[in-house]
C-alpha cells in the first residue's frame, strides 16, 4: 500500500518550508492535481496546497462525464471538441476503474433544437472531430427503435434519436488517483492548508506564499520558483491578492443534479435532451449505482462558491424538465429526490452572452510579477490544460534555471489504481478480481463488484484490510475497510472527506450513509484523538452538508407553496 495519509500530510508540509520548489500550485481540484502530475512527471519539483479536501469544490460537482462537449458544435467551437474529444479515450485508458463507456441518446423532437438532420450531421462531426473509434461511432433510430430501446421516452412529437457515445466518471475520485500519482512520483501535497497571501523577492516577483494549516492552525511560507493558481472559483482571489485581477474575470454559474431511486426513474439508457422550456438548455439523465441523476441548470451565481445553495426553484425547474420529458410510472415530485449537488463552473466572463452560452475553454494569464492563473475548462480536458500550463512554466525554468525542457509526460502514464491493462485488459482484470473478492474475502458479488470499480489495481490493498466478521467498530466490514484505505491511503482527514468524496454514500447511498456515518465519526475521532471540540466541529460539518444534500428544507419549502 502506498502511503498518502495525515502523516504523509505533515511530511509534505514541513518538506515544502525547508527547500524552495520549482513549482507551487494553489487548489487542489482537477486542475490544480493534473498541473501537479504534468510537472512531477517531467522532473519539476512541485508542491501542492489545497484550503480544504481534493476535489471538494467545482470538481466533485460536475455532471460525472468525461466527455467530449457535443454542445461545442453549436457554438462552433471545433477546436474544442477536437481536443476534449480525443482526451476522452487517454482519460479512459489511464483509469478504466473510474471511467465508463456508456451510450448516450439524443431523442429530437417537432420543434425541438435538434432534428434528424442536424443531428445525424452533427453526430458525425463530432465522431471525427472527437476521434471516435469505428465500433462506438454514433447509429440514428427511428421513433419506434427510439421507443424500443427506452420505454420511458414521450412518444409525443418523437422524430428519432442518435446514440453516440460518453464516458461516465467519478469526477472526486478521478481527482484523487490523479494527486496520488504525482505523490508517488515525489510531489510534495497537502490537502486543508489555505494560502493567505503571496510572498515576493526584491525584484516583486511572486516567489512563494503565506498559509495556515487549517488543521493545526499552525502557520508558514513555501518558497517557489514559480507559482500556479488553479483554485477554479477561488482564482479571481488569488488574483487579487496579487494585485492583477484587471481585464478578463470570472463569471461563475451554478449547476444542481439531483439524485432519483431508479425504482421512481427507471430509465435504463442515458439521455441528452432538449428542456422542453424553448430556453437553449440540454441535461442529461443518467442511471448509476441503482439510481439516476439528472441535471443541470445553468444560472449566475454571486455568492460565496464554497456550498451553492439548491432553490425551491432548482428542484421545479429539473423536475417540469423530467416530467414533461418522459411518460415515467408517476409524475416526480421532490419528495422523490434522495440527493442533490450544487456546484459552480468558474467560467471565463464574455460580455453580451447568457450562462448557457458562455464557452467552457480554459485560457491562462500572468501577472507582471510572474504568477500564473488558469481558469475556464472542462473535467474532460484536464490533461490538456495542464500540459499547456506547464509547458509555459517549464520553458521559464529552462531559460531561467539548469532545468532542461522536457514535453509531457502523461499520454500513457497510468494514474493510481490505473494499472489493469488498459481499456483492453479491464474487463478481465475486473472478472478476476471481482471472483478473488468473492471466494477469497467472502464478499458477496456486489460488494465485489463496486469495490473493484472503485479502487481499480488498488482493490487488492482494500482486500487485505477486510476484518474477519461481518462488522468492527460499529462498521460493516467494507466500510470499515475503505475507511481504514481512506486513512492510510487516501488523505482522509475529516469524516465528510470519506462520506461524500471517497465512497460517494451521500450521493448515490444515502440511506446506508445515515446508518454509518456516527460510527465513521466515533471511529475517526479515536484515531485521530480529537477532543469533544473537535468531534462535534467534525459532526457539524457533515451534518450541515447533509442538510444541503437530502433537501428536506427545499421539500418541505415546495410543499408548503403547494398548499
Known amino acids: 500500500m502506498k502511503e498518502f495519509s495525515n502523516e504523509t500530510r505533515a511530511k509534505n508540509l514541513q518538506a515544502m518550508q525547508n527547500e524552495e520548489l520549482d513549482l507551487l500550485v494553489i487548489g487542489g481540484g482537477i486542475t490544480g492535481s493534473g498541473i501537479t502530475l504534468d510537472a512531477q512527471s517531467r522532473g519539476i519539483q512541485t508542491g501542492l496546497v489545497e484550503m480544504r479536501d481534493f476535489a471538494s469544490g467545482t470538481s466533485s460537482r460536475s455532471t460525472k462525464l468525461v466527455h467530449g462537449g457535443l454542445r461545442y458544435l453549436a457554438q462552433f467551437a471545433l477546436k474544442e471538441v477536437h481536443e476534449v474529444g480525443s482526451e476522452r479515450a487517454i482519460v479512459y485508458n489511464n483509469a478504466p476503474q473510474i471511467t465508463t463507456p456508456l451510450k448516450m441518446m439524443l431523442p429530437f423532437y417537432a420543434g425541438g433544437t435538434y432534428g434528424p438532420f442536424t443531428t445525424s450531421v452533427g453526430l458525425d462531426v463530432y465522431d471525427r ?16 427503435e427510439t421507443i424500443d430501446r427506452e420505454p420511458y421516452v414521450k412518444a409525443e412529437g418523437l422524430l428519432g434519436s442518435g446514440v453516440y457515445v460518453e464516458y461516465r466518471t467519478d469526477d472526486a475520485r478521478l481527482t484523487l488517483e490523479v494527486a496520488k500519482k504525482a505523490s508517488e512520483l515525489g510531489a510534495l501535497i497537502a490537502n486543508y492548508t489555505k494560502v493567505t497571501g ?3 523577492d526584491e525584484n516583486h516577483k511572486v516567489c512563494g506564499v503565506k498559509f495556515v494549516d487549517v488543521q493545526s492552525g499552525e502557520t508558514g511560507e513555501i518558497h517557489a520558483k514559480k507559482v500556479v493558481n488553479s483554485c477554479g472559483p477561488w482564482v ?48 442529461f439523465a443518467i442511471p448509476r449505482e441503482g439510481k439516476t441523476y439528472i441535471g443541470t441548470t445553468d444560472t449566475t451565481w454571486e455568492e460565496d462558491p464554497k456550498e451553492p445553495n439548491i432553490t425551491v426553484a432548482d428542484v421545479t425547474y429539473i423536475l417540469a424538465a ?32 447568457s450562462p448557457s452560452e458562455i464557452s467552457r475553454k480554459d485560457e491562462i494569464f500572468q501577472s507582471d510579477t510572474g504568477l500564473l492563473s488558469i481558469a475556464g ?40 489504481g490505473g494499472d489493469v ?33 472503485r479502487y481499480g489495481s488498488n482493490v487488492a490493498d482494500i482486500y487485505e484490510l477486510l476484518p474477519d466478521g461481518e462488522e468492527k467498530d460499529g462498521l460493516p466490514r467494507v466500510d470499515w475497510a475503505m475507511l481504514n484505505y481512506g486513512l492510510k491511503a487516501e488523505m482522509v482527514e475529516h469524516p465528510i472527506d470519506y462520506l461524500l468524496r471517497r465512497s460517494s454514500q451521500m450521493l448515490f447511498n444515502i440511506n446506508h450513509m445515515n446508518e454509518v456515518k456516527d460510527a465513521v465519526i466515533d471511529y475517526m475521532a479515536d484515531y485521530y484523538n480529537w477532543d469533544e471540540a473537535t468531534k462535534k466541529s467534525m459532526t457539524d460539518e457533515v451534518n450541515t452538508k ?18
Open 236 to 283: 479571481d482571489e488569488i488574483r487579487d491578492m496579487d494585485g492583477s485581477n484587471k481585464g478578463k474575470h470570472l463569471h461563475l454559474t451554478k449547476g444542481v443534479h439531483l439524485v432519483i431511486d431508479n425504482a421512481k426513474f427507471p430509465i435504463s439508457n442515458s439521455l441528452f435532451f432538449d428542456t422542453p422550456f424553448h430556453d437553449g438548455r440540454m441535461m
Open 546 to 563: 447533509l442538510a444541503l444534500t437530502d433537501l428536506h428544507e427545499i421539500k418541505d419549502a415546495y410543499a408548503a407553496h403547494e398548499a
Open 198 to 200: 503571496l510572498l515576493y
Open 421 to 453: 491493462g488498459g481499456d483492453e485488459g479491464w474487463s478481465s482484470y475486473f472478472d478476476k478480481m471481482v471472483h478473488e473478492g468473492i471466494v477469497n474475502y467472502d464478499l458477496e458479488r456486489e460488494d465485489a463488484e463496486k469495490l473493484v470499480q
Open 322 to 353: 423530467a416530467n414533461q420529458m418522459f411518460e415515467l410510472p408517476q409524475k416526480l415530485t421532490p419528495d422523490d429526490v434522495e440527493s442533490g449537488w450544487s456546484g459552480v463552473r468558474p467560467l471565463i466572463q464574455e460580455e453580451g452572452k
Open 377 to 416: 475548462g472542462k473535467l474532460t480536458g484536464y490533461r490538456k490544460m495542464a500540459e499547456k500550463i506547464v509547458d509555459r512554466v517549464g520553458e521559464q525554468l529552462a531559460a531561467e534555471t539548469d532545468y532542461t525542457f522536457e514535453g509531457q509526460q502523461t499520454e500513457h502514464l497510468l494514474l493510481s
Open 129 to 144: 472531430l472527437a476521434q471516435v473509434k469505428k465500433s462506438e461511432r454514433k447509429i440514428m433510430l427511428e421513433p419506434n
